[in-house]
């Protein structure tokens, strides 16, 4: 569960969002668009606690953001799965390790992270790359493997800051469709992009983001 | 079966992950770390060897002192035996004084027959020439410059005393040149400490800075604080403790070089002195205090980073 109330956020300088209100229940995929500059990388920032809203109040899964101490926000973290436009792999770690990473933090047993690492990599279609450097693979299958660590923790959420932004169209499908797969099994997905013509193709709700607010 | 281990063996497990890591960050380029060892290795034996050699000294001046600095008090010649017997024991019943020790004008006289070429010299006089001595000697707290001065300017002020000596010039030395060395140990100590924990913070941070997009994506996928810290405490833990496992080698090699040369001029002053090394228990604090310096420098630094703010992309 995803909700925004009356959320303002600026920054010195300028004003990323004025007054952003929109909710999504559990197990919806909503798309976030606008055009550059609107919010969206705000939006996704302010529910990973990333940054503080100036005003207005943010929920994630009945938690107030507005009340979590510090040191709470890597546990805010190993519940949301994040898909980034780069998709911020380790080089010098094997797709394995790179996908066992949250696992290993959570202090997640040996076997049980084997099994869980396989089995993301499977659903991406990349289980025969593990051992690879994932220097050595292509845009979109460094995008896959972020999107099998984003997955590995079973997260009731996924956010994803435009995961096709770097992807030709043909690819760019494979991933939403890969992204539709985690919400017919309930989980939360909301995906922040600018490339309308290729979400116009999938039957899901769409949040517009216009100076600094959501547009009804 | 619980999917995750217990918190505790988690905790442990993360821990050897970190030593692990740091371990082979350092074993990655091992000559440019060797020289970072080798710097701070050096950094901390140059005030640890003046405080070995001031520790030595000390015991120096400890030996010295069973030829402690003593007063001697030549008597006026007029007096009678019976004043001389009340002083000695007035000055036994001083506190400050260990022990009195008489020489008699006869006992004075044959010692100076029997080792002094002029002893025909004292025929000449009709009387007995040499005067009583009483050789006053300090308790042992009192045996410093001050207070032996103290002590010395009283006794001058008895009536019945007519010259006092005291001959304290080396030991007045000896304090002052090891409580100028003890201030200069400590001055050098504070600096090479604060230059121990730049040259690790800095070898960090260069280090670190390849590192940045490691420490974002780690945070940004949940990992704790402490998570990210500690392969990089590790680390500096690593530096401090090879480090001052040099400076050990190092003193140790520089004490053994000077012990020749050391046993010879002692030889010539009819005596035996071994220098001292750095006993195992100092070494071990040491070798705590280099790991803590180690410590202290890389929480400094990667605070730092950790301070920085996040980024997504």
Known sequence: MIEFQNVAKNYPGHTALINATFSMASGDMAFLTGHSGAGKSTILKLAMGIEKPTHGKIHINQQDLSQLKKRHIPQLRSRIGMIYQNPQLLENQTVFNNVALPLLIQGYRHQEIKRRVQAALDKVGLLSKEKLSPNSLSCGEQQRIGIARAVVNKPSILLADEPTGNLDPDLSMDILRLFEAFHLVGVTVLIATHDLPLIAQMPYRMIILQNGEVKK | ?313
Request: aromatic share 10%; net charge positive; hydrophobic share 50%.
């Open chain 2, 1 to 313: 079966m619980t999917q995750r281990y217990p918190h505790f063996t988690h905790w442990f497990l993360s821990h050897g992950r970190a030593i692990r890591f740091a371990f082979n960050e350092l074993m990655r380029s091992p000559v440019a770390n060797f020289i970072t060892v080798c710097v701070i290795g050096i950094a901390i034996a140059l005030p640890l060897g003046f405080f070995i050699l001031l520790e030595n000294m000390q015991t120096a001046d400890s030996t010295w002192n069973t030829s402690a600095p003593t007063i001697s008090l030549y008597l006026k010649s007029d007096i009678t035996q019976t004043q001389v017997d009340s002083l000695i024991q007035t000055l036994r019943a001083n506190n400050n004084i260990k022990n009195v020790n008489y020489i008699s004008p006869e006992q004075g006289l044959k010692t100076f027959e029997k080792n002094s070429p002029f002893a025909d010299v004292v025929n000449l006089f009709q009387k007995n020439p040499i005067p009583g001595v009483l050789i006053i000697l300090p308790i042992k707290q009192d045996q410093n410059p001050t207070s032996i001065n103290t002590l010395y300017l009283a006794l001058k002020q008895l009536p019945t005393v007519d010259i006092a000596q005291l001959d304290m010039h080396w030991v007045t030395r000896l304090y002052d040149v090891i409580s100028v060395g003890e201030k200069v140990v400590r001055a050098l100590s504070v600096l090479f400490c604060f230059g121990v924990i730049l040259i690790i913070a800095h070898t960090l941070r260069s280090s670190l800075a390849s590192h940045i997009n490691e420490i974002q994506v780690m945070r940004l996928i949940g990992a704790t604080r402490a998570y990210i810290r500690r392969p990089l405490l590790y680390r500096g833990v690593l530096y401090g403790l090879l480090g001052g496992i040099i400076s050990w080698v190092l003193i140790n090699v520089f004490v053994m070089q000077i012990q020749p040369p050391i046993s010879q001029l002692a030889q010539t002053y009819h005596t035996i002195f071994h220098l001292q090394r750095i006993t195992f228990l100092q070494g071990s604090l040491l070798l705590i205090f280099s790991a803590l310096l180690g410590l202290i420098s890389a929480w400094l630094i990667i605070t730092q980073f950790l301070n920085m703010p996040e980024q997504m992309d």
